[in-house]
């Protein structure tokens, strides 16, 4: 039973002794009817629409006449009408029987309306009728130019028109870049040209065989430090630092320009406590940068801290602070981490204190902020501006997240946290940036963008040589072991899409023999990762197979060679892996194997990039022919311990 009654509209004539079934059907009748009278009434307004101004009587009549004369044109006309109706009966076969007879209709009229002209000559026929006639051909003709399939109605009569495409317009700041050169060997500037490093740290660098800093230091550095002539707490002007974004391509000293000045600015401080955050994607990335950090704060008060994972949290947690009785004392004045160790650092309590931090470094930023969704940015944030323990009278350095600007807010002294970001491939869309809350950022770049500048368009190392290698699946290991015996590229470091990928292919090539091979994967441990890496650059390993985990940031000395075994789905995929070559303005070759299906997607993806230019590299079949009995026996090989790998 309903709990409420619905009362249904059912007809205005709603009649108790008619069955419910007849009354609904005679509604439906009644709704049809309507709905006809409704399609033809506006049909017919649309057709009034679409005419011209009616001509008068007299004009229709010149008209007609001269159509008479108009030699030809009486005969043309209905063909062309025929030709018409041809080209219409694909559709008409699925117009209801009435539009054929409509047609046969419309004949006869005119018919009658060529002999009914002859009267009208005399100017006797009444305007309308025949007038009308006309309009409806008119009209006719008209829709059946726009006609829509059988039983549509055309609503709005848009035509195809081609639609302009929108432009991008990028904020100023974006737009207009501080512009960093490409080229580093003739853009070296010495390092007493900039000023304000002391001694020690120009000491170090002379020890690292720097002589001289790349462009993007040279730009970098200046625009950091620029905020510490009046110390930590204010920024040029007595305003808050603004924040740093840099893109500049694979192996152009990026790590330098950020550690640098921080180790610069917090040379000089007295309590110790974590002021810089340095937030990395990977493991190995975190420890190469905090090996950097490392050795140039080497002779100097300050501590670095990696908490990336490396060993125990326990023993993460030991090395950022010391407590006595309660008074807690840290023990790293720059922490360099991973998002999830950060993270769990920071839910835990483990004595991570980010009260004091001044800078947060975000380097691989594009990558970083697509893992944004780990929240991992909003919980530092957070842990930045939480209140400490002291009383809030008593802490003249309290912090409280930025809001409106009124002169209570601005009377204590607050600590800025300026963001520092770095990539090579860093993004150029706003929505994505915003999500990093910059505060009036300055961007340098090495690609000058304007405001209408194509997305995703990057530098490539000037060094580098980019070859792409027409090829047949089968083919691909014999190319690879061509590229190592015969041509004598190596090291090269070799890049598959999957780990299973990777790990055959290292298998394949140990068991074909004549060359030192290792696979880089998360088959392998940390520990083992970092053994592999090692070996690599000490060239004991002549060929790396690796899956993506070293395609970025990884900066290993001596690679000649790049190969893109599978080619790379992304565009920035490409550009970092690509980029473990040809570094430091030293020259590197690329090559990537290519099946047909996949050149045209995959070209025109390099070409919008901003590839200077992909090379074609034919290699015969001949060339590879000594090779195939070998292949074929090491195949076999192979499959034998595949199955043997996957029994145990
Ligand atoms: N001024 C310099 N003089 C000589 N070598 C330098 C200088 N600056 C950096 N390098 C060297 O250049 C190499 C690349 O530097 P770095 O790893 O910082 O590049 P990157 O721009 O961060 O690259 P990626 O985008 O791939 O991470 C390193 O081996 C580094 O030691």
Known sequence: MSLFLVNRYLGEEEDGSISKESRSQALLAKLQQKA?????????EQRQQQLPKEPTQQQRVEKKRKAHKDSGQEFLHPKKKKKKAN???????????????????????????????????????PA?????????????????????????????????????????????????????????????????????????????????????????????????????????LIGRGGYKPRDICVSAPTGSGKTLAFVIPVIQMLMERVVCEVRALAVLPTKELAQQVC???????????????????????????????????????????????????????????????????????????????????????????????????????????????????TAASLSPPQMPLQKLLFSATLTQNPEKLQQLGLHQPRLFSSVHSDSTHKQDCFHFPQGLTEYYVPCMLSKKPLLLLHFILRM????????????????????????????????????????????????????????????????????????????????????????????RTARAGKAGLAFTFLLGVQEKRFLQMVVEAGSPGIQKQIVKPENLRSMEARFEVTLQELAKVIKHETNK
């Open 291 to 405: 090996k950097v950090f490392t050795s140039y704060t080497e002779g100097t008060a300050l501590k670095v801290v990696m908490l990336a994972g490396q060993r125990s949290f326990a023993a993460e947690q030991a090395s950022l602070a010391e407590h006595r009785g309660d008074r807690r004392r840290s023990l790293a004045d720059i922490v360099v981490a991973t998002p999830g160790r950060l993270v769990d650092h920071i839910n835990k309590n483990s004595g991570l204190c980010l009260q004091h931090l001044r800078f947060l470094i975000i380097d691989e930023a594009d990558r970083m902020i697509d893992s944004m969704h780990q929240s991992w940015l909003s919980q530092v944030v957070k842990a930045v501006y939480k209140s400490g323990s002291e009383p809030r009278a008593m802490s003249i350095f309290r912090r409280t997240e930025p809001t409106h600007v």
């Open 36 to 44: 006809k009278e409704k399609q033809q009434q506006s049909l017919t």
């Open 128 to 232: 309308g009728g025949q007038g009308d006639t006309e309009q409806e051909e008119a009209a006719e003709a008209e829709n059946e130019k726009t006609a829509a399939p059988a039983g549509f109605k055309v609503v709005g009569g848009f035509e195809n028109r081609p639609v302009q495409k929108v432009h991008r317009v990028l904020p100023q700041w974006l737009a207009q870049p501080d512009v960093i050169h490409r080229d580093i060997k003739n853009n070296l500037v010495p390092i007493s040209d900039l000023s304000g490093l002391c001694s020690a740290l120009v000491k170090r660098l002379q020890e690292n065989g720097i002589q001289h800093f790349f462009p993007v230091q040279a730009e970098v550095i200046p625009a950091i430090m620029e905020n510490m002539q009046r110390g930590l």
């Open 87 to 125: 080209v219409h009966d694909l559709d008409s076969e699925s117009h209801d029987e009435p539009v054929e007879q409509k047609k046969k209709k419309k004949k006869k009229k005119k018919n009658e309306e060529e002999t009914e002209e002859e009267d009208v000559n005399d100017g006797q026929n």
């Open 488 to 579: 004598k590229l190596r090291p090269i470091l070799c890049f598959t899409n999957s780990r299973e990928t990777a790990h055959r292919l290292f298998l394949l090539v140990q068991l074909f023999g004549g060359v030192t091979a290792a696979e880089f994967s998360s088959r392998l441990s940390p520990g083992e990762r970092k053994k592999k890496l090692k070996e690599f650059e000490q060239g004991k390993i002549q060929l790396l197979v690796s899956t993506d985990a070293a395609a970025r940031g990884i900066d290993i000395n001596g690679v000649k060679c790049v190969v893109n075994y599978d080619a790379p789905q992304y565009v920035r995929t490409y550009i970092h892996r690509i980029g």
